[in-house]
């Protein structure tokens, strides 16, 4: 049996939309043997996938070529994941470093960005100063 990579990949419920599925294939994200993949590209059982999510390279072994979604429960009766150890060690790397998602500066502000900007626009007290400007308005009636 054979079916559409893009179709096969969403219903293994590697991509939550097949158009996202489609849109990955086009990126060149997903391949077999080092070779990019179109959506339309037709699969069997036993050809292995491997897809870049990431930093990481998964691969995904085909045990069934299916066109329908399954649900989660069934997921590993349709695909085995093969990802070599160095990639999963990758994959852990990276979520010991912590938080790297964006660059400092954009997106929202952390707690400590916040704090910053909350201190430069409210000024510091300047002691016992009086701001009080009435006696010049007092010269203007005058004019």
Same mark, same amino acid.
């Given at each position: ?55 990481? %390279?998964?691969? =995904? ?7 329908? *979604?399954?649900?989660? #429960?069934?997921?590993? +009766?349709?695909? !085995? ?14 979520? %010991?470093?912590? =938080? ?7 997106? *929202?502000?952390?707690? #400590?960005?916040?704090? +910053?900007?909350? !201190? ?24």
């Amino acid at each position: 049996m054979e079916a559409r990579i893009d179709k096969w990949l969403w219903a293994a419920r590697i991509f939550k939309t097949r158009s996202l599925a489609a849109d990955e294939c086009k990126n060149g994200r997903v391949m077999m043997n080092g070779v990019k993949m179109k959506p339309s590209k037709m699969i069997k059982e036993g050809e292995v996938v491997q897809v870049k999510k990431g930093p990481i %390279i998964y691969s =995904f072994k085909v045990l069934k070529a299916i066109q329908n *979604r399954v649900g989660a #429960k069934l997921v590993p +009766e349709i695909l !085995e994941n093969v990802t070599t150890k160095d990639q999963l060690e990758l994959l852990e790397m990276n979520r %010991i470093s912590g =938080f790297v998602g964006r660059a400092r500066g954009t997106g *929202r502000p952390t707690k #400590k960005e916040r704090r +910053e900007l909350d !201190e430069f626009i409210e000024p510091a007290f300047f002691g016992d100063f009086d701001f009080d400007f009435d006696d010049e308005e007092d010269d203007f009636d005058d004019v």
